[in-house]
Every structure is written in structure tokens, then in C-alpha cells.
């Protein structure tokens, strides 16, 4: 039996999140693990760094769709800071290909979510923190925007990296 098609919004939020994490991902293509970890320009950025920090992202704001914002880490404590800054390295040990497994883990039940969700007008208050605007909340559809535009900006991150690192392109 084949499942129904998704309607045309659910479609075109999984098609573009996808496509984009198609782009992060093929900056490392080719790579060592190495060369994953490298530092390549003057940011502190790596490219399994970049892979890590967008899978964390992502899983927790699909956590926040289902949960409001005590999924949302803390804005006070600093060891919230201490683990988020380590979601842009490569600790010792890992690997690409652990970091893109567990990115693929993250993305398949993002992409659950994209077909299942009963309404992406559902909201829930953002997290008390100085970065946000107090009172307001997001809706399923909003934070699915806000994760297609954090990856893509996080894929022309890496693009320039891998660059960097041995004058190859994303798309060349």
C-alpha cells in the first residue's frame, strides 16, 4: 500500500530541509576524519563541528514543536554553554562517519515529524532567554523555516571551509 501524498506545504518543507541538508553534508564528501576536524580559516568552525552543531539544532527544536520550551536549553547555566560549544567540534574520538549517522537519525524523525505533525500552526512560547523576544511563540511551521535557514546558512558556512581546506566546491 502506498502512503497518500503529502500536502504541497509538508512537501515543500521536507523537500527544501532536505536540500539543504544535502548541501552541509556533501561539503564532505572525500574527507578524512582529519580533515573533518580541521580548522581551515580563521573561525574556530570545522566541518564535522558545522554537522554536529545543526544536527543538535535541529533536534532541539523538533523536541521544542513537541515539548514547548523546556526542551529549549538553559540561558543560565554554563555548562548549557559548555556542551553547545561543543557542538562545533570534533571531540577525540569521533568520526564522520558517527557524526553524519547520528545526523541521519536526527533528520529521519525531523522528517517524521514534517509528514505526521497534526498542525503546523501549533505554537508553543519560546524559552525565556535573552536572545528571545519575551511572550512570543513560534508555531511548527516557524521553526521548520527557522531549521531550513539555520542549515542553510550553516552549508555556505562549510563551502567555504572545505575550500579552504583543498580548493574543492559543494556544487563544483
Known amino acids: ?6 500536502p504541497a506545504e509538508r512537501a515543500d518543507l521536507l523537500e527544501a530541509l532536505q536540500l539543504q541538508r544535502f548541501f ?3 561539503t564532505t564528501r572525500d574527507l578524512t576524519d582529519e580533515q573533518v576536524g580541521q580548522r581551515s580559516t580563521v ?6 563541528g558545522l554537522i554536529k552543531h545543526v544536527a543538535d539544532t535541529e533536534q532541539t527544536w523538533t523536541s ?4 514547548g520550551p523546556t526542551a529549549m536549553p538553559s540561558a543560565t ?6 556542551r553547545r560549544a561543543q557542538t562545533f567540534q570534533m571531540l577525540p574520538g569521533e568520526t564522520l562517519a558517527g557524526i553524519l549517522a547520528a ?10 515529524l514534517i509528514r505526521t505533525l497534526p498542525d503546523l500552526d501549533a505554537s508553543q512560547p519560546l524559552a525565556e532567554a535573552p536572545w528571545f523576544e519575551s511572550g512570543v511563540r513560534w508555531s511548527a511551521r516557524r521553526v521548520l ?3 531550513i535557514a539555520e542549515t542553510s546558512q550553516h552549508a555556505g558556512h562549510a563551502d567555504i571551509i572545505r575550500e579552504a581546506i ?3 566546491k559543494s556544487m563544483g
Not at 545526523?103 to 517524521?112: F, G, I, L, M, S
Open 1 to 6: 500500500m502506498t502512503e497518500p501524498p503529502l
Open 24 to 26: 552541509l553534508r556533501n
Open 43 to 48: 573561525s574556530e568552525l570545522c566541518l564535522g
Open 64 to 67: 521544542f514543536i513537541k515539548l
Open 77 to 82: 547555566d554554563p555548562a548549557t554553554f559548555e
Open 103 to 112: 545526523y541521519d537519525t536526527v533528520a529521519t524523525h525531523t522528517d517524521d
Open 145 to 147: 523555516l527557522h531549521l
Open 166 to 168: 583543498d580548493g574543492a
